[in-house]
T-cell receptor, first 119, second 114 residues
């Protein structure tokens, strides 16, 4: 079974600074997907960024980028120019490309990192 | 935009009651999922479904069942609620079509079992 580890329960950063959230995972598969989801306080979980393991190029979405190190099984999220609206729980998640049932499979999540933005 | 809705944001039930949590998505997604979220544990998959009347167990199915009679609706059932099922329950859906299989989440139902 795959596992996802987020070693930082909480991180704090000054507004406009850059912060990196770490994520490592364990798998024996060669192809898979990795995700970062954001869950603001009392609000809906939304996708921040997505990476396919077969792609060597790191995914970017505006101020959000990842550092994907496949050999090290590491998938960190970098947030540049942090804004107050970035304050949230951030979850790293893994999904296999090998479906266990009929074309779907759930995500395996890390325990989350609580990101605090200091004004 | 994809919309996933859940029937209640907050729910309080008593031990032993039968509890239904409803989830509806409006994007014709084939796949639907139920997770529970607990502090310090992240999200854990309870059940998922890839088609009407089809279901698969996730990582923690014990004490739960599901029903998918229509494509847009996926229900989570607690046959006899217990206090250790007090949690936040999140529903999600995704599509097999196209190149993206992003899961879209509902707002969650915070269930308290007394």
């Amino acid at each position: 079974a795959q596992t996802v580890t987020q070693s930082q329960p909480e991180m704090s950063v000054q507004e406009a600074e850059t912060v990196t959230l770490s994520c490592t995972y364990d798998t024996s598969e060669s192809d898979y997907y990795l995700f970062w989801y954001k869950q603001p306080p009392s609000r809906q979980m939304i996708l921040v960024i997505r990476q396919e393991a077969y792609k060597q190029q790191n995914a970017t979405e505006n101020r959000f980028s990842v550092n994907f190190q496949k050999a090290a099984k590491s998938f960190s999220l970098k947030i540049s120019d942090s804004q107050l609206g970035d304050a949230a729980m951030y979850f790293c998640a893994y999904r296999s490309t090998m479906y266990s049932g009929g074309g779907a499979d759930g995500l395996t999540f890390g325990k989350g990192t609580h990101l605090i933005i200091q004004p | 935009d994809v919309k996933v809705t859940q029937s209640s944001r907050y729910l309080v039930k008593r031990t032993g009651e039968k509890v239904f949590l409803e989830c509806v998505q409006d994007m014709d997604h084939e796949n639907m999922f139920w997770y529970r979220q607990d502090p310090g544990l992240g999200l854990r998959l309870i059940y998922f479904s890839y088609d009407v009347k089809m279901k698969e167990k996730g990582d923690i199915p014990e004490g739960y069942s599901v029903s998918r009679e229509k494509k847009e609706r996926f229900s989570l059932i607690l046959e006899s609620a217990s206090t250790n099922q007090t949690s936040m329950y999140l529903c999600a859906s995704s599509s097999l079509r196209g190149t993206t299989d992003t899961q879209y989440f509902g707002p969650g139902t915070r269930l308290t079992v007394l």
